[in-house]
């Protein structure tokens, strides 16, 4: 193992300590981990962009920042010098936004996202785009334009999606840190099958003005990390109010960092939620949960049960909800302003028929398929039975969960009821595909922040196994206590972080690890 | 092809009118609705807008609080109830006018709702206009058709579109089905949407330039014989933009309508385009009730809530109704009723507000514009508001009579001139030699031709009848073409005479 190989495997905590400490330069990390991109990246397929000059650009001026001491190398944050990965829906100036997409290919955003500004604003180098399900329509991350994401621990097997890209960056070393969205575990299902950290904010805790949107009152930007600290981290800059989005929290944020230092589960109730475990999950993955709760009980925490019944409507209700808000969110791209135009290939050139080519060459098959559920949904005549059903039912989850963290300070379930399933294997049954994602999705229709970290291995493939932690609305702080214990009890047993046991993407003999069958 | 009429007569003797507006207002906040981008009219195309403006990717609304306030005060003008919480919805349709291909809009849950206005007809007579709503959105892009006959997308080669425009606040108000107008509908229409136009200049929430389209109406009328209680079949007239019009397109869609349902046909529910050179409308989209917009609430923004407290501090702010303030302004004018009814019902009580603020007099800024401008802008078939009349150049024309410098028949003249663009009425003046002769030689010489030829007048005169003057002072002026100072005449032809005046 090389130096600079060293340098990737640590966490930002550490990397921001070795920064500050002049140990090593930020021009030598984003360069370490532009070197590794460019040599696993062929394989893993996590970025769509590289954004080489300009992270290099921003690592020596923090560089130099730091060279030239006095206020503004003690003003400089944190994460300064610390590189970053974004999730290709996130809008960013100089470099191009595709959405996984077609109909985007080739758009460069005239502004960047709330996000983007407070990294740039922490001087944080941005390393790049990463891949993504197209417009994040997916749980696999095989429904990008641009071909799918490879999950390192075996290259033929899923990385999650939609936001695989980040997950998968991550858990190669190719970026320390980096972007997700999650609509309906899009951070967190990718993190539970990559063996990395993945958060959904509280609705509202973090600004979606620059997200491209898919289902605006689902939607939720967060952070992806290989530690419960990092996220945090990362959390605390992106989070907090934005006048730009009239969704965002007026609240401010909390110090989730120190709560992520402080972990303590003495005396809290942890609610196994019922509904959320057990039949239809993988028998590994429920072995690893059943571990992490005597882990959690042994640290002190009562492990209690709780009931959410009407879970069991939360995915037929968010594959209402989340279309219907995706077909409008969605309208915006048909070829007039930006993006690709298609001239239909015979007949009248009117513009509704330049929208409609466009749209059917730009867009992909489950785009399509979600377009037209969500556009049947909210026809005049059905809205009632459909949206408006469905809105029922979001409330109803919402008093679930109400009920639920009256017994309960956090909740836990397995973040996805399998380990990763091999690429291929659920593109044509779009059911199945969906269901991947019903632990995760009751969080984003009730906007209650959720956190998956590293829960071991499955026995049957080796593969990694996701936690799930669900707090109440703006208690996001909770999500980092508990996980950040959960995380050193786990790696105390394991001997170290879990990505070590994850294969060497550079050693030419492991192409594709099929794990410990 | 133009469609058959009956007479208006006929029309009402057979049918009975059924009303209903939508009168959208730009409001004149200094952004737009949901972006800060600047509200102006007439820029550059596409200068004033953002990446909200243009519906670029992950793009977010974000309210106008000013928009909030004058949605509030033009409900409250409307005597309407204010919701206490409303939301926005997305109105969902594909039109290259609308970039994100929905129009966030107040659907189901208005911000006002349920308010009256009561309309005072030419001889008098109130009348009460319902209201049902008033709610907020955002406007359109312009799009302009380039090429093709009819400056409409179809047969166009291409089309330009200017987002300037989009996302302008608009309030739209919408009025309950007016029944009962009779005769009186298209007078009533007109009166009405001058109405709603005065409310929101006064409140200063727009521009309320109809011209300008800060003032735009869509006009439903539908018939039904007399007695039956049923709605007939309706049209809307889209975007019919001054007064004269929305008198005008009533007018003739009740006639239109009355002649359609006369040959046994049904009348189709449509909008109409209305066409201010022949007066008439054409068939535009078929419209339906069934048409499928998709609402669904704006899950981009919070619900509004409007506390009872900040409704009551807007109340507070409103200006004087209109009622009473015609009641002070006719007071303060010193005009008769029938003088202020008059010009009331000719729509220039603002423009001689404005003249009196400008400097004039009441007597002479009512002498201006019903004396001359009103005329004028009939024949020209335009507002008199309209006609381009400034009130600084009443008061320039004005201020020239009285200076002796012009008589009162060279002033309408310039006015003439002004009309046509020449300048200003000193340019005018000086181009069109329009000066008084006030050199008294040619004035003199003028005279004693006058009194050579009249003798018998002349001896009148000498006599004592001083009366008679009229006639040479009139020989005088024709002879100077009306240039002379009818005045300065007068004095000379007695000192001429040796008559004490």
Not at chain 2, 155 to 161: C, E, F, H, M, Q
Not at chain 2, 276 to 305: C, H, N, Q
């Amino acid at each position: 193992m090389t130096e600079n190989n060293e340098l990737i495997r640590l966490s930002a905590a550490a990397l921001a300590e070795k920064l500050a400490a002049r140990e090593v330069t930020a021009v030598e990390v984003t360069q370490a981990y532009l070197d590794r991109i460019a040599a696993v990246d062929g394989k893993v397929h996590a970025f769509l962009h590289v954004n080489a000059d300009e992270a290099l650009a921003v690592a020596a001026e923090v560089d130099a920042i730091r060279a030239a001491g006095g206020a503004a190398a003690a003003e400089l944050h944190v994460l300064a010098g610390v590189p970053i990965a974004v999730k290709d829906l996130i809008v960013t100036i100089g470099q191009p936004t595709t959405a996984g997409s077609k109909i985007l290919e080739g758009w460069n955003s005239p502004y960047d996202a709330t996000v983007v500004e407070r990294l740039r604003a922490a001087k944080m180098p941005i390393l790049g785009k990463t891949n993504l399900d197209e417009f994040a329509m997916g749980s696999s991350t095989e429904h990008s334009a641009y071909g799918p994401t490879h999950n390192p621990w075996d290259l033929d097997r899923i990385p999650g999606g939609s936001g695989g890209g980040s997950a998968a960056a991550v858990a190669a070393f190719e970026a320390p840190l980096a972007l997700g969205t999650d609509t309906g575990g899009s951070i967190r299902q990718p993190g539970a099958v990559t063996g990395t950290v993945g958060v959904k904010p509280t609705y509202g805790g973090v600004s979606r003005y620059g997200a491209i949107a898919m289902a605006s009152s689902l939607d939720q930007i967060g952070p992806v990390s290989r530690t419960v600290l990092d996220s945090a981290l990362l959390h605390q800059v992106i989070g907090g109010h934005d006048p730009r989005d009239s969704t965002s929290l007026p609240d401010p944020l909390e110090d989730l960092v120190a709560a992520a230092r402080t972990g303590n589960v003495e005396g809290m109730k942890i609610g196994i939620i019922k509904e959320l475990h057990g039949e239809g999950y993988q028998a590994g993955v429920e072995n690893r949960f059943n571990e992490s709760l005597e882990l959690l009980k042994g640290a002190g925490a009562e492990i209690v049960e709780v009931s959410c019944p009407n879970f069991k409507y939360a995915l037929g209700a968010y594959y209402l909800i989340m279309p219907s808000e995706a077909s409008s969110n969605l309208a915006k791209f048909d070829g007039v302003r930006y993006g690709l135009r298609v001239l239909p290939e015979e007949g009248p050139l009117t513009i509704e028929r330049v929208m409609g080519a466009t749209r059917a060459a730009g867009f992909g098959d489950e785009v399509k398929r979600r377009i037209i559920l969500g556009t049947y949904a909210l026809s005049a005549g059905y809205y009632d039975a459909y949206y408006g059903s469905a809105q029922k039912v979001r409330t109803l989850i919402q008093r679930d969960f109400e009920a639920a963290f009256a017994k309960a300070d956090v909740l836990i379930s397995p973040t996805a009821p399998t380990t990763a399933f091999k690429l291929g294997e659920k593109l044509n049954d779009p059911l199945a595909m969906y269901l991947n994602d019903v632990a995760t999705i009751p969080a984003n229709m009730a906007g209650v922040p959720g956190l998956s970290l590293p829960g071991g291995l499955a026995d049957e493939d080796g593969l990694p196994v996701g936690i799930q932690l669900l707090a109440p609305a703006r208690q996001d702080a909770r999500l980092y206590r508990v996980g950040a214990v959960l995380e050193s009890l786990l790696e105390a047993q394991w001997g170290g972080p879990l990505l070590d046991k994850a294969p060497s993407l550079t050693d030419a003999a492991v192409s594709s690890h099929g794990g410990s069958h | 092809m133009t469609d058959a009429t009956l007479s208006f007569e006929e029309a009402m003797e057979k049918y009975d009118p059924v009303l209903g507006f939508e009168v959208h207002v730009e409001l004149n906040t200094k952004t737009k609705m949901f972006s800060s981008a600047p509200n102006v009219f007439g820029d550059e195309p596409n200068t004033n807008v953002n990446e909200v403006d243009l519906g670029m990717p992950g793009v977010l609304p974000v309210v106008n609080k000013t928009a909030i306030e004058s949605s509030i005060k033009i409900g409250l003008a409307l005597n309407c109830k204010i919701a206490e919480k409303c939301r926005f919805a997305r109105k969902n349709y594909f039109y290259p006018d609308t970039p994100k291909n929905f129009q966030t809009s107040q659907y189901d849950e208005p911000i006002a709702y349920d308010g009256y206005l009561d309309i005072e007809l030419s001889d008098g007579t109130m009348f009460r206009v319902e209201i049902e709503r008033a709610h907020m959105e955002e406007d359109a892009g312009k799009l302009t058709h380039m090429g093709g006959a009819t400056g409409r997308i179809q047969g166009a080669d291409y089309s330009l579109v200017d987002y300037n425009r989009s996302g302008v606040p608009l309030v739209e108000i919408v009025t309950k089905p007016i029944e009962g107008a009779g005769s009186r509908a298209p007078e009533l229409a007109k009166a009405y949407v001058a109405a709603v136009r005065e409310i929101v200049k006064n409140l200063g929430v727009s521009d309320a330039k109809m011209e300008r389209g800060n003032v735009r109406c869509d006009a439903n009328v539908s018939l039904r014989p007399h007695g039956r209680e049923r709605f007939g079949i309706r049209s809307e007239t889209k975007n019919v933009n001054s007064l004269r019009a929305v008198e005008h397109a009533v007018r003739y869609e009740i006639q239109r309508h009355a002649a359609v349902l006369d040959s046994g046909e049904p009348v189709t529910q449509e909008t109409r385009h209305w066409h201010e050179d022949t007066r008439t409308t054409t068939s535009g989209r078929a419209k339906s009730d069934a048409d499928d917009y998709r609402y669904f609430p704006e899950p981009d923004l919070v619900p509004i809530t409007a506390s009872r407290e900040w409704v009551e501090e807007l109340r507070a702010t409103l200006p004087e109704p209109p009622a009473a303030r015609r009641k002070r302004l006719q007071a303060d004018w010193g005009y008769s009723d029938l003088e202020f009814r008059d010009v009331v019902n000719a729509g220039v009580m603002d423009e001689i507000e404005e003249t009196i603020a400008a400097g004039a007099t009441a007597t002479v800024a009512r002498k201006w514009w019903m004396g001359e401008i009103v005329g004028r802008a009939k024949n020209a078939d335009v507002d008199p508001g309209q006609l381009g009349v400034a009130p600084a150049t009443i008061v320039e024309l004005n201020q020239m009579v009285e200076d002796g410098k012009i008589n009162n028949k060279m002033a309408t003249e310039v006015l003439d001139g002004v009309l046509a663009g020449e300048g200003t009425p000193a340019e005018i003046v000086e181009k069109r030699g329009l000066a008084v002769v006030s050199d008294d030689a040619p004035l003199l010489e003028a005279i004693d031709a006058a009194l050579a030829a009249q003798p018998g007048v002349a001896d009148k005169i000498r006599g004592g009848k001083i009366q008679a003057i009229g006639a040479i002072v009139g020989a005088v002026m024709k002879a100077t073409r009306g240039q002379a100072d009818a005045g300065r005449v007068k004095e000379l032809i007695l000192e001429r005479l040796g008559v004490e005046g």
